[in-house]
């Protein structure tokens, strides 16, 4: 069955903090997302990634950066976190052809 | 540019009655679009999705939804609401071109309430 998974499905941390969100996926998918989900406004997008150390921002790439070192592996970081940047953070999948995205459980991060 | 919309950010319906979601969609190409599903304190599931083959297309737990160009329209409906469809809906949109990657640009999401 196909995986998406999140490194921790809660997180709480203080201003400033550095922040790793890791999410890896098991179906040797080459497009990976980053979403944040607040409440009215939907998913929106953070960064993507189309290969191996290929990065492409989206929507809303402001206080956040990527990396992907392994074809499995998409990493959201927050280099100084700040309150406005709690949220739900959604990662997905896909394949090459534009087909489903294949969504993680989302991690809740609260800054505070 | 795509774009999504979603009338309603809520609606509320008995458990036996016809669930109706709407989205339109604004694209410069032809659209790829789908219906995902979030249950509290999870990740969004598929519904169902249109790529460009038959226009009434149907999904899990009894969805179905319609492409409709004329209206630019791919309404969610299902005939009747079960307490178990009490969950958030979004509708996404992508393009089959050489640069979407498959991104998907959602709308902002209706919460369905079902009533006993």
């Known amino acids: 069955d196909v995986k998406v998974t999140q490194s921790s499905r809660y997180l709480v941390k203080r201003t400033g903090e550095k922040v790793f969100l890791e999410c890896v996926q098991d179906m040797d998918h080459e497009n990976m997302f980053w979403y944040r989900q607040d409440p009215g406004l939907g998913l929106r997008l953070i960064y993507f990634?189309?290969?191996?150390?290929?990065?492409e921002k989206g929507d809303i790439p402001e206080g956040y950066s990527v990396s992907r070192e392994k074809k499995e592996r998409f990493s959201l970081i927050l280099e100084s976190a700040s309150t406005n940047q709690t949220s739900m953070y959604l990662c997905a999948s896909s394949g090459t052809v534009p087909t489903r995205q294949y969504f993680g459980p989302g991690t809740r991060l609260t800054v505070t | 540019a795509q774009s999504v919309t979603q009338l309603g950010s809520h609606v509320s319906v008995s458990e036996g009655a016809l669930v109706l979601l709407r989205c339109n969609y604004s694209?410069?190409?032809?659209?790829?679009l789908f219906w995902y599903v979030q249950y509290p304190n999870q990740g969004l599931q598929l519904l169902l999705k249109y790529t460009s083959a038959a226009t009434l297309v149907k999904g899990i737990n009894g969805f179905e939804a319609e492409f409709k160009k004329s209206e630019t329209s791919f309404h969610l409906t299902k005939p009747s609401a079960h307490m178990s469809d009490a969950a958030e809906y979004f509708c996404?949109?992508?393009?089959?071109?050489?640069?979407?990657?498959?991104?998907?640009?959602f709308g902002q999401g209706t919460i369905l309430t079902v009533h006993p």
């Open positions: 990634s189309y290969d191996v150390k290929m990065k």
């Open positions: 694209s410069s190409v032809p659209p790829y």
């Open positions: 996404a949109v992508t393009y089959a071109g050489g640069t979407s990657y498959g991104k998907l640009t």
